[in-house]
Structures are given as C-alpha cells and as structure tokens.
C-alpha cells in the first residue's frame, strides 16, 4: 500500500545493512517449516517454461522489500527459486519510507548493492531518465531469457504495467499491487434504504445521511495525512474526476479551476462528515476507526479488507461491502495504479542481471502469484495479486469469500476501466512535486489557508523545482 515518503532516521552503513539482509536471507532458508514447505513444492510448472533456469548458477543477488505480508510470502518461497536456478537470494527489509531513499542512492552511487527492490511507481521517470534501471522489453523479447506464452506478459494488470513503463516500455514488473474502493456498511445503508454511490453527489448524501457524531457514527472518511503517498494518493483521483490534469509538454500545473474545485471538495466533505482527527489519519487509522463502527464509508486501497475483516478486532465482519470510485462531475470515475514492481539495477554485471531477470521472471509469474496468495501455507493470503486470470479464478474467489459483498467485482471492474496512468504527475521531478502537493493539501485540510491560495503557492514551489 502506498506509504509516505519521508525520511525516517539515521541509516546503519550500508556493510552492516548487507550483513542484515545476508543474515535474513540464511534464517529464511534454515527455518525448518519454510524449508520443508518449499521444497515439497514441485518445480515443474517452471519447468515447463522453455528457459535455461540454470543459466546463472552461482550467482548472488541481493533484493530489497518492504515489511509487508505479502513479500513474507515470497521470501518464504525463495529456496524454491534456489532449487530452480541454483542462484543465491539474499533479501533486505526496509520501511517503506526509507526503501526510496536507499534505493536512490544505491542506484546514483552505481554501487548496485540491490539487483532489485520494491520500487515506487512514480520513481521510474527519474530512474529512467538517469538511466539508472534496464528497459526490460529486451528481457521479455529475448527467448534464452523468457518464454512468452508460458509467463504471459499481457495477462499482468495493465494498469500496473503501465505504471511501470515509460514511454511506451515497460521498466519494471509489477508483483503486488492495489486498487482503490468504496468501502462501505451495509447494514447502516440498509437500514437507511441506500445503495453505494454511483456519483459525488450521491456519496455526499449518502455520508449526511449516515453522519451521527453524537452516537460516533461519521458519514465518511478518506486518509488527510500530508504525504506523497498519504493525502496525495487520495486528492489525484479527485482532481482526476472533476476533470483536471497535471499539464502537458513538461509543464506541470496544480492549480488550474479544476484543482482548486476538486480540493475545496475535498475539504468540504472532511469538515463535515469525518471524523475531527481524519485530517492526520493515514490509511489504518481509518480501517481501525471502520472496524470499530465508527465510519459508515471510505474509499482506500482493496487491500484495507485484511483489517476491517480481522475477526480478532474487527465489529463489522459480515456487514461490509465494496464499490467502485463514484463518477465525479467529469463522469470519470478514477483509482489508484499503485503497484510495487521490480526493475534492474543498470550497474549490475551481465551474469548478475540474467539472475535478477530469471528472479523477476519467477516472482512475477503466474504459479508464483497462486502459490503466495491462496496455495500459500501460511494466514496470510495475497489479495493484490498482478494476473487477471488469477483475479477471475476460483480459486482466488474462495480464498478472498470473506473480505465481503462485491469485492472482487468491485475491485476487478475498478482495474480494468477506472485506471489512469497519469493519476499523479509522472515526472523525473515526483518525489520533490508529491511532496510539496501534500502540505499544500494538508494546509487547507486543516483550515490555514484556502484552497486556491495553497495550490498558487504550491504552483510556485513546483514551477522552482521544475527550473533546478
């Protein structure tokens, strides 16, 4: 789930932040269970792949990921890639708002500490125009290397493959992404004799409806934390919908009549039917606070549905339900194209790239998916799988029966036709734009300035940004 980009505390050298990840990537193959786990699997769907799986035996690789549940997943499995192509995976956790930076650096400084790692969507324009990670449609198009119809490139969400292509190539492979969604109680919209929104208008009345903040009950909610990845994962679909765009020819603009209408929005529907503190809530602030019947609707990432479903902490299992983004007064209906994808690290040898290939190639590949999502043996089951087919397979419908009404559909409908790749400014300049986006919204969530006069203020900071 997209994370704020800020920085977090002083970093350990990186020798010791090497050492870490080797000492990682040993426990994950000494642990016992995990090893009898992976190897019980069988190695012949990869087989049947026509690729020399064992073309850079001996290789060592390093990969850097977030803490997250569904990269515990995979470095569970990886000794079954081991076993594959006899190449050595060493894997490096890193927050996720520290993994931009590291991954920066090591990418500047050409050391190539990381063959790969959890990259950011909107960091491959910067990466791309330094040339610092390999166009990988020579990857795909090399048949030593991949076989087409066995990986089945186009069968990846194109939204996300999108996302991780400049101008018309793809730079990196999505492996777990998400997509936003209406999230909403049944049973109080039952009771009130509501449907799910199908426009703004509609959701707006549906919150004043629902809003009782005398018996803690708020009409809706949506994540007001200042961040690139926080407020600013949630305002681009809003400007998107009232029909504004971020410039063209290079020209980046945040304050057009649309920006200051989708953001005055914004601010209205927090003021008034959110709860006091959603101006400082990220994403699990406002799961918890759904979880606890305290939020009738909100609209974040599908994957928010592992928490509101958690029988453990949860009030409301059973009487959740999921919709699209409604249409805004554009008709467009807009979601996220968050993904974490993986490129590779230009720096690297060519024996060391071949590795990292045949690792993205089995990581993102379709057996691979089912096996860290519904095949996997431990509790937590993969909802942001990359395939389309997986999305529409049974197998992946029993596993997500639980989350509530509609969500595949909800989820899946929203991927295929909701998607915008330039949802946010796709600029080398991103994190420095994302950034000074997210105070400006933040200022007029919290009332220190007006819309209009915060984004004229952004388009100045943007504008110097953009000369340096």
């Known amino acids: 789930m997209d994370k704020p980009d800020t920085k977090g505390p002083a970093q350990p050298s990186r020798r010791r932040a ?19 786990f992976a190897h019980a699997q069988d190695l012949g769907p990869y087989q049947q792949g026509k690729v020399n799986w064992r073309q850079a035996e001996g290789a060592e690789i390093t990969i850097a990921v977030i803490p997250a549940s569904y990269f515990d997943n995979l470095i569970a499995l990886a000794p079954q890639f081991e076993a594959l192509t006899g ?13 931009r930076q590291k991954a920066l650096l090591d990418l500047s400084s050409k050391t190539a500490t990381y063959a790969t790692h959890a990259a950011d969507p909107m960091y491959y324009p910067l990466y791309v125009s330094n040339k610092w990670v390999d166009p990988l449609d020579r990857y795909l198009g090399d048949a030593a290397l991949t076989d087409r119809a066995w990986y089945a490139y186009d069968d990846i969400i194109k939204a996300w493959r999108d996302a991780d292509s400049v101008d018309g190539k793809p730079y990196g492979i999505p492996y777990d992404g998400e997509v936003t969604v ?30 009782d903040p005398a018996n803690r009950v708020y009409g809706l909610a949506l994540r007001g934390f200042a961040g690139a990845g926080q407020n600013m994962y949630i305002y681009p679909s809003i400007l998107r919908a009232f ?65 509101i479903n958690n029988p453990e902490k949860s009030k409301v299992v059973g009487k959740i339900a999921y919709a699209r983004w409604p249409k805004g007064p554009s008709g467009k209906r807009v979601t996220s194209i968050w993904n974490w994808g993986f490129p590779i690290n230009a720096a690297l040898n060519d024996r060391a790239k071949r590795a ?46 639980g989350a509530g009404d509609n969500f595949i559909p909800a989820a899946l409908e929203s991927l295929e036709q909701d998607t915008d790749v330039d949802w946010r400014p796709r600029v080398p300049q991103w994190p420095a734009i994302g950034e000074t986006m997210a105070t400006a919204i933040q200022a007029a969530l919290v009332g220190q300035k007006p819309p209009k006069e915060a984004l004229d203020e952004a388009q100045a900071r943007i504008q110097q940004a953009l000369k340096g």
């Open 87 to 99: 190449v050595r995976t060493r894997f490096e956790k890193v927050p996720p708002g520290q993994i």
């Open 18 to 36: 090497i050492a870490r990840g080797t000492a990682l990537g040993a426990a994950v193959v000494g642990a016992p269970w995990i090893a009898r």
């Open 182 to 211: 209406q999230v909403y109680r049944k049973d109080l919209y039952d009771a009130k004799g509501l449907k799910a929104a199908d426009t703004f208008d509609q959701l707006v009345s549906n919150a004043q409806a629902l809003n």
């Open 243 to 307: 029909g504004g765009n971020w410039g063209s020819g290079g020209k980046v603009v945040v304050n057009s009549p649309e920006a200051v209408r989708a953001l005055q929005w914004y601010v209205d529907v927090l003021s008034k039917y959110a709860p006091p503190a959603v101006r400082n809530w990220n994403w699990p602030d406002i799961a918890d606070a759904f979880s606890q019947g305290t939020v009738a609707t909100y609209i974040d990432a599908h994957s928010s549905a592992a928490v």
């Open 356 to 401: 990292t290939w045949l690792f993205i190639l089995w990581a993102t590949s379709a057996e691979t998916q089912a096996r860290t999502s519904w095949k996997f043996a431990g509790p937590a089951k993969r909802s942001g799988v990359n395939r389309v087919s997986l999305w529409r397979s049974q197998e992946f419908a029993s596993a997500m029966k």
